[in-house]
């Protein structure tokens, strides 16, 4: 620039002054580099990487172990949809679970919520007690729970001849249904208690004041001014116990296996034996992303349903 | 603010109740991690004649606890300051430098959040192999990296915007340096916002099973869970020891949380609300 235009002090100047700005702008990109760079670089080989090269492999007849990875088009998708009973059977259950695991754990969890808002003098011991089954993993929960129920159950019928607890807990479909429904709630519900009673203590004492006054009974109380005031913590409840509920793995696997004779597989279960234990990683890959569009869209929709009630209300 | 009335003493007593039934399992797997398999089998609600504790002995050989523990303990540690570097770094140059690129940055790895783990496994599992990750903990702790990044980073997002920018605009004007800035000044006030984000992840990694299962073959470098899954494929049924494998492996993460149960219910509250 400076050879062809005459060199006068000016143009010398400006000249400086670009390459100075050059040099402030090239270390603002060296630093903001720096500074996203690492967690960027972590997530694309982690995360991004392997979901496009999931993609890829669906289309695939791929079987982890030899190089040769052959094109098969559409034919893995051809296949699930159209030949593969026990994976539409593993959703259909993972949607049934899904449905009773986040109504009852919401249903626990937001009646702990109110109990324990209310001016009880152990509310604090109760709160952890509540939690604490939360902190533990859910393979170790199911391994507890298999205990519970076959040996601690039965124990319970023999003293007490209640039939609840003498049904063959684990041992056929219904009862590994309720099973898992039941350690997935026993496990979340104070989870959910929690975010409840943060919801409940942001709601201003005064309104509540002026319905009692008005005449409002615990119920409309309840319906009318409560819970349209925490709409937030249920979307929010709700978006968590969907995800966690849809995506089980480790408390199936532990508590029943997927059995008996499979009518408890969930979804997660059935892609992994699909991948690690038949090794057909091509069909594993296309079951993953047709999990992956179903969780987006269940998702999402829920999110966009309970907004608009949120605008609503 | 309300008296307490007949009416709240009665909820009490309800609540404890319900409090007595959620901790019903684990009397029951206390109880019977102290019998003999026999005295299980007769009545599993019973107390316990005496209490035997060569069920604990055994099982602590067997499953090489003092081994699962290092093991989950590095890797939940290290992966935690991985991830708290990275994603606080990250979100704080993102805030300060508004514009597309930091806007569609947070839009990229917020939307990845709805990816399951299930859907990257398959091909994580063949790139692991072929970067040289798989089988060893450092590896087990660069994947956990990249999945902790996103939500970590979104919490330190939005609590990084609720810090004033005036004190670090004076540092720097002051000569520090970015690093400087960031390391001395803006870390310390995200601290409220960490305890969160080491809480939430570390419930999570210490806990997780599935990416241990697929990356970490070696016996040796066995987590709490894989050490008590592949304990119980080989004592099945086995109620005296499994039990007793089971109180010790859930020992470690129940007295963590009530150590810090206060900031752990505070820190998911705040987690999750955000």
């Known amino acids: 620039m400076s050879t062809s235009t005459p060199t006068n002090k000016t143009v010398g100047q400006s000249d400086q002054r670009i390459s100075a700005k050059r040099k402030i702008k090239r270390n603002k990109v060296l630093t903001y580099a720096a500074f996203v760079g690492p967690a960027l670089l972590f997530f694309l080989v982690i995360q991004i990487i392997p979901f496009f090269m999931g993609i890829y492999y669906s289309f695939t007849s791929w079987n982890g172990v030899s190089s040769a990875v052959e094109w098969v088009g559409l034919d893995n998708y051809k296949r699930i949809f159209t030949n593969d009973q026990r994976f539409f059977d593993s959703f259909w259950f993972t949607t049934r679970f899904m449905f009773a695991a986040v109504i009852i754990s919401n249903l626990i969890g937001f009646s702990l919520a109110l109990l324990l808002n209310a001016a009880l003098k152990t509310r604090n011991i109760l709160r952890t007690v509540f939690f604490i089954p939360n902190v533990i993993g859910g393979l170790l929960l199911g391994f507890i729970w298999q205990f519970i129920f076959v040996r601690g159950f039965a124990a319970v019928g023999e003293l007490t001849n209640i039939g609840f607890f003498q049904l063959p807990w684990l041992g056929d479909a219904t009862t590994a249904f309720w099973g898992i429904v039941i350690v997935f709630a026993w496990q979340i519900s104070g989870y959910m208690m929690v975010i409840y009673i943060a919801a409940l203590q942001g709601v201003d004492t005064s309104l509540l004041e002026a319905a009692k006054i008005d005449g409002a009974n615990a119920w409309q109380t309840l319906r009318r001014i409560i819970i349209p005031l925490i709409l937030p913590a249920f979307t929010i409840c709700f978006f968590l116990t969907i995800a966690m509920a849809f995506k089980i793995f480790d408390l199936n696997l532990s508590l029943t296996g997927g059995g008996p004779f499979n009518s408890t597989q969930s979804v997660a279960i059935n892609i992994y034996q699909e991948a690690f234990t038949n090794n057909n990683y091509g069909v594993g890959s296309a079951k993953a992303i047709i999990f992956f569009v179903v969780v987006a869209i269940f998702t999402t929709v829920q999110v966009m349903i309970t907004k608009n009630k949120e605008v609503e209300a | ?274």
């Open chain 2, 1 to 274: 603010m309300n008296k307490y009335t007949a009416k709240t003493f009665s909820l009490e007593v309800i609540a404890i109740l319900i409090a007595l039934l959620f901790l019903v399992p684990f009397y029951f797997v206390i109880v019977n991690s102290l019998k003999s398999f026999s005295e299980i089998l007769i009545d599993a609600a019973a107390l316990p004649q005496q209490l035997l504790f060569s069920n604990y002995a055994q099982v602590w050989e067997i499953l090489n606890f003092p081994k699962a523990f290092v093991n989950s303990l590095i890797i939940t540690v290290f992966s935690n300051i991985g991830i708290v570097v990275i994603s606080s770094m990250a979100a704080w140059k993102m805030v300060r430098t508004p514009g597309k690129l930091s806007k569609l940055l947070f839009i990229f790895f917020v939307a990845a959040m709805v990816i399951p783990f299930q859907t990257v496994m398959i091909p994580l599992v063949k790139l692991g192999g072929m970067l040289g990750i798989m089988n060893s903990i450092p590896g087990i702790i660069i994947m956990y990296f990249g999945f902790g990044v996103p939500l970590s980073l979104f919490l330190y997002h939005g609590f990084v915007k609720t810090v004033p920018v005036e004190v670090e605009e004076s540092a720097t004007i002051d000569g520090c340096s970015q690093f400087g800035v960031f390391w001395r000044i803006v870390f310390p006030l995200l601290k409220p916002i960490t305890v969160t984000v080491v809480i939430l992840n570390t419930l999570w990694i210490w806990n997780d099973y599935l990416l241990p299962l697929l990356v970490l073959q070696d016996a040796s470098l066995r987590t709490i869970p894989l050490a008590t899954s592949s304990f119980f494929a080989q004592y099945t049924k086995q109620w005296d020891m499994g039990l007793a494998a089971l109180v010790m492996g859930i020992t470690p993460i129940v007295v963590f949380f009530l150590f810090l149960q206060k900031h752990i219910i505070k820190g998911i509250a705040a987690g999750s609300i955000k």
